[in-house]
C-alpha cells in the first residue's frame, strides 16, 4: 500500500509559477515510475507528466512541455512538479500518482493522492 499527499497547489496570475510536492510513505517509494495527472471540471482526468524510478526519464503531455519539469527526491521520497509560464487552461486538480505504467502517451497507475487545487487567473 502506497499513501500519496500533495501539496502547494493554489491561486497564481497567468505566467507565475507553483512547486507541486507529493509525499509517499508505506513501501519502496523508488522502484516505480510515478507521475502526475490532473483534472479540471467538467472534464476527464488527463497525464500531465511521469518520470522513471531513477529518474532518468521524465516523459511530459504536448500541453506542459517546456514549461513543466518533473523530478524526485528518493532519499526523501518526495515527487514534485515544478511549473512555470502558468496559463488558465492549467486549472485544475492536480493528482500524484504511483506505481503506474507509462505507455507512450498515458500513465496508468495503482495509487492516487487526494489531489491539491491549482488556479490560474488571466
Known amino acids: 500500500q502506497v499513501q500519496l499527499v500533495e501539496s502547494g497547489g493554489g491561486s497564481v496570475q497567468a505566467g507565475g509559477s507553483l512547486r507541486l510536492s507529493c509525499a509517499a510513505s508505506g513501501r519502496t517509494f523508488s522502484s516505480k515510475t510515478m507521475g502526475w495527472l490532473r483534472q479540471a471540471p467538467g472534464k476527464e482526468r488527463e497525464f500531465v507528466a511521469a518520470?522513471?524510478?531513477?529518474?532518468?526519464?521524465?516523459y511530459y503531455a504536448d500541453s506542459v512541455q517546456d514549461r513543466f519539469t518533473i523530478s524526485r527526491d528518493n532519499a526523501k521520497n518526495t515527487l514534485y512538479l515544478q511549473m512555470n509560464s502558468l496559463n488558465p487552461e492549467d486549472t485544475a486538480v492536480y493528482f500524484c500518482a504511483a506505481d503506474g505504467v507509462y505507455t507512450g502517451s498515458n500513465y496508468y497507475p495503482d495509487y492516487w493522492g487526494q489531489g491539491t487545487q491549482v488556479t490560474v487567473s488571466s
Open positions: 518520470i522513471s524510478w531513477s529518474g532518468g526519464s521524465t
